[in-house]
């Protein structure tokens, strides 16, 4: 059976930045990248809708820690004129993903993984073909756990051709943040005319970007430090309040970003628990913002409604309320991993805790409870070269 000193296990942007890692950092010995049963970088950036942008500017997409701005230089190599700070389809990004992923020369898997167990000093890694191998040191970098009913394997799976419901028909959106959106647009770009009804508790979409002054380093730790010590959910959402009277709120919320796995971490687990039940979808809706001309698209669509309550009758409802957190463990193959006492259910009930052990690592969506700030590609390529420094000084 074929052995490797690392094996990392997905094939989405993280696991393309794990490799990149291992790759430039020298993993010590024979890596392998098992990318799972997907041919792409996932739905975010496989969608071949021009109106999906980032929501991150260009120059922040980078796949390199050191390079923030590597996406950007690479799109002026591909003669694609974007200013530093515009938001791009991402289906640019994927295919800036693809050419990265060329530079991966050792070898590569496209199964999936079953189960992952301990055989003497290696991880016995099972695959769904029937075949398996041995790693010294894993790196999981599954995602963050979908839904059943996700959204987007409904949207990349239409055939060509899809005739979308008469316009006296409604079509419903379960949930109003940036998944909603994307449907909303997509929907629009498929012909669908009629009525678009997204409900949510919010019943508001997610915010927009704007242009704004970021706060200068010093007053974002004070404030960090300030949230340190917050003793209940609306203490820390007035202590939040507070600052946005003394700079705007776009600026307060971004400066509390590097930042939020620190303060994630101090609080109390009890104050945790009751900011993950009332504040998370405030925070998804002022964090996660959509890129401004995204927004006026929205606004200047007298048939897109947004509400609390659902529509009184549908053509169908697309479920938007985005990751499924609490299906973690029963993601492949943690149920193993899970069972074996290497890997723990997070307290929250949302993820799983990160690894104590010195040979495995978890990077990405799937630590969302001890994290939160754990999808976005900043947090990911941060993730990825730290998993790889650890695992391979060992
Ligand atoms: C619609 C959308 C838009 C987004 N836009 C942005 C944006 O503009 N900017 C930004 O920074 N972030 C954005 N994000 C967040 C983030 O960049 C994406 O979610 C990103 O795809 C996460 O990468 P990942 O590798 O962690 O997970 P995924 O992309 O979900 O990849 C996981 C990989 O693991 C594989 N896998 C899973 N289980 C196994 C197994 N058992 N065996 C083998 N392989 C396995 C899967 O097949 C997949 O290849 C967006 C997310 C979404 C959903």
Known sequence: MQIYDLAIIGGGPAGLFCALAAQSQGSGGK???IRGGRPDFGPAYATPFDVHV?????????AYPDQPNH?????????????????????????YLSSLSTQW??????????????????????????????????????GPPRQSADPWDWLLALPPGWAPPPESETIALRGSGLTAVDMA???????????????????AWSQSHAP????????????????????SASDVVSRIKRATGRAPWRSVIDALRPHS?????????????????????????????????????????????VSQAPPTSAAFTLDCTGFAYRNATEALPMPSLIADGHVQRHSLGRGVAPPERDDLAIVGG?????????????????????????????
């Open 185 to 203: 647009l997509a929907l629009r770009a498929l012909g669908f005319r009629g009525r678009i009804h997204a409900y949510s508790r919010s019943g």
């Open 261 to 305: 796995a620190r303060l994630w971490s101090v609080w109390p687990i009890a104050l945790r628990g009751r900011l993950l039940r009332h504040g998370l979808s405030p925070w998804n809706r002022h964090r996660h913002r959509m890129a401004p001309e995204i927004a006026a698209l929205l606004s200047g669509d007298d048939n897109l409604v």
């Open 212 to 231: 704004t002054k970021p706060l200068n380093p010093a007053d974002a730790s004070k404030l960090a430090d300030d949230l340190t010590s917050a003793t």
């Open 105 to 142: 020369d050792s070898d590569q898997i496209t199964s999936v993984v079953i189960a992952a167990s301990r055989e003497a000093d290696a991880w016995r890694v099972q695959l769904d073909d029937g075949s398996a191998l041995l790693a010294r040191t894993l790196i999981l970098a599954l």
């Open 366 to 394: 799937m630590l969302f409870g001890a994290l939160i700030e754990t999808t976005a590609v900043p947090e990911l390529r941060a993730q990825a070269w730290d998993a790889v420094r650890r695992l391979c000084s060992t």
């Open 71 to 95: 996406f950007w230089r690479w799109l002026q190599e591909q003669e694609l004129t974007f200013a530093a700070d515009a938001y791009v389809p991402r289906l640019l990004y994927g295919r």
């Open 31 to 33: 890596s392998v990248w």
């Open 54 to 62: 980032l929501n991150v500017p260009a120059e922040r997409m980078g």
